[in-house]
T-cell receptor, first 113, second 115 residues
Framework: AQKVTQAQTEISVVEKEDVTLDCVYETRDTTYYLFWYKQPPSGELVFLIRRNSFDEQNEISGRYSWNFQKSTSSFNFTITASQVVDSAVYFCALSLGGNQFYFGTGTSLTVIP | DVKVTQSSRYLVKRTGEKVFLECVQDMDHENMFWYRQDPGLGLRLIYFSYDVKMKEKGDIPEGYSVSREKKERFSLILESASTNQTSMYLC????WGTGANNEQFFGPGTRLTVL
């Protein structure tokens, strides 16, 4: 069975602090895809990144970075120098390459000015 | 840009009413999905469709049905709304098939309250 765990329900940080959102996944498949989505207060989930299981290279995009470690089944997301606009709910998701996604329960991030 | 639109942002209905939630996508995607989002439970899949007139049950289909008569439109139907169906409903679409192209694109959501 597939499962995604986001153990952090809510996180608060002060602006300019770094913050890491944890994501742990479970699957027996060797081919899979991991995703992060951001859901701002407006409600629409916005795609941030996709990673396939064969590519463990970490990725950086501006203030965002992702650390994928197959050895610990984790796909963590770090925001550097957080800003108020980063306040949102963040979802990690797993896909086996078919049509169905398995979402975590989300982490609500509040950045305090 | 991919765009997924939902007919209403907020909806208030009474117990027992029949409710239609409409979703339209403009990117010719084969797949469309309906999720409900509840605090602490994340997103749970209700139904998805991979082609016109085709549908598959998700994790929580009870109390819901769907309709896909045209490729761009996917409707969620609550035959007899109940208070436990008060939730945020999210529609999404994606390209069909395996591989890396199955990123899902989401609409803005419909917050349904059943009184």
């Amino acid at each position: 069975a597939q499962k995604v765990t986001q153990a952090q329900t809510e996180i608060s940080v002060v602006e300019k602090e770094d913050v890491t959102l944890d994501c742990v996944y479970e699957t027996r498949d060797t081919t899979y895809y991991l995703f992060w989505y951001k859901q701002p207060p407006s409600g629409e989930l916005v795609f941030l990144i996709r990673r396939n299981s064969f590519d463990e290279q970490n990725e950086i995009s501006g203030r965002y970075s992702w650390n994928f470690q197959k050895s610990t089944s984790s796909f963590n997301f770090t925001i550097t120098a957080s800003q108020v606009v980063d306040s949102a709910v963040y979802f990690c998701a797993l896909s086996l390459g078919g049509n169905q996604f398995y979402f975590g329960t989300g982490t609500s991030l509040t950045v305090i000015p | 840009d991919v765009k997924v639109t939902q007919s209403s942002r907020y909806l208030v209905k009474r117990t027992g009413e029949k409710v239609f939630l409409e979703c339209v996508q403009d990117m010719d995607h084969e797949n469309m999905f309906w999720y409900r989002q509840d605090p602490g439970l994340g997103l749970r899949l209700i139904y998805f469709s991979y082609d016109v007139k085709m549908k598959e049950k998700g994790d929580i289909p009870e109390g819901y049905s769907v309709s896909r008569e045209k490729k761009e439109r996917f409707s969620l139907i609550l035959e007899s709304a109940s208070t436990n169906q008060t939730s945020m409903y999210l529609c999404a679409s994606s390209l069909w098939g395996t591989g890396a192209n199955n990123e899902q694109f989401f609409g803005p959501g419909t917050r349904l309250t059943v009184l």
